[in-house]
């Protein structure tokens, strides 16, 4: 029964990594992410997503299996997209304070301001499932990845000595946005610190 539930899961994974480009998908993804930011996981029901996509409740079960099926594939796609754009800043053009700012901006910036127009935001965060909680690991994964090329470009020292340099420098990045929370800034100041961070980095890379 566990490896049948873990072998569903795992299907669900990669159904949600191969469908991410398809539109009808997304415009549900939207939908329900705007539902249960209003309504909070626990009161939006398919019904509200259905109406909210445009869409009969039957269509949306061809999709979708249920609630916990749309809201586990629209925060894995949420945090791919967020991820995508985040990388994407690390190789625009411009200095590595501006590059790591949008890298933090795009990621936990715009994260922080969509889960902060939500009274529902704990409920909607202790609403994911292990299996999504996993998959979103899986996504920030390709986010630290992504974090670590840009690291060696920008300070391509060898030995050992520059890689803890540059394993140090990952590690702030990742761990200094989750401490900025600690007192539920507002959006603007949550912001300022990502960039005070950026800037403390790239300062740092660049000496």
Known sequence: ?????????????????????????????????GQFSERGFSKTSMADIAEAAGMS???LYQYFRNKADIFASA????????????????????????????????????????MAASEHSEEIMSAKSADTAEEIQQVVARLRSGLAAFLAKASP?????????RAEWAEVLELSPKGFK????????????LTTLARSVAADIDA
Not at 157 to 165: D, L, M, P, V
């Open 1 to 33: 029964m566990c490896q049948a539930v873990e072998m569903a899961a795992d299907q669900a994974s990669d159904d949600r990594i191969g469908q991410r480009g398809d539109p009808q998908r997304r415009a549900i993804h939207a939908a329900a992410i």
């Open 57 to 59: 409740r039957p269509a």
């Open 75 to 114: 925060f894995v796609a949420l945090f791919n997209d967020h991820v995508d754009l985040a990388l994407g800043a690390l190789v625009e053009g411009g200095t590595n304070t501006q590059r790591l700012d949008g890298f933090l901006q795009r990621f936990e910036g715009d994260l922080w301001e969509q």
């Open 157 to 165: 020292g060898r030995g050992q000595a520059a890689s803890a340099r």
């Open 182 to 193: 600690f007192d539920s800034p507002s959006v603007a100041d949550y912001r300022r610190r």
